[in-house]
């Protein structure tokens, strides 16, 4: 039965409207099953300014612990350059474009087309 991997779908599921209500820009979300032991995805997005992006954090942790019943792990909310919430099986990044640009985070963990692997 897989009752773990249904919770982690619908908390994903969700992670990404409220993502997409409060207007997050570039959301990309990377499957992170098999690669890391840490959580199942992972969801990488942009808020236009440090207020949009705490505002994103902020509205979504309240909505994952309402229907949820949890609390997420946040970190750098308070500074709003990137904002780091895990929620155990799904751990969302959300940034400001230039700290998302500068970190390129996604690039780790994405599939490299062309290359296989680099020194």
């Known amino acids: 039965m897989a009752h ?5 779908d619908k908390l994903l599921e969700r992670i990404l409207s409220s993502l997409s209500d409060d207007k997050a820009e570039d959301v990309v979300q990377i ?8 959580a ?3 969801v990488v997005a942009s808020g236009r300014s440090t207020r949009q992006v705490s505002a994103i954090a902020g509205k979504l ?3 994952i612990k309402q229907e949820f019943g949890f609390t997420s792990k ?3 909310k308070d500074t709003g350059d990137w904002v780091l919430i895990d929620t155990g099986d ?14 390129q985070l996604e690039k780790m963990w994405l599939p490299q087309s062309g290359s296989a692997s680099a020194n």
């Open 61 to 63: 942790t309240d909505r």
């Open 74 to 76: 946040v970190e750098g």
């Open 90 to 103: 799904v751990i969302v990044h959300i940034f400001r474009p230039e700290v998302r640009e500068f970190y």
């Open 40 to 42: 199942d995805h992972m």
């Open 31 to 38: 499957n992170l099953q098999g690669k890391s032991s840490v």
């Open 4 to 8: 773990s991997q249904s919770i982690s």
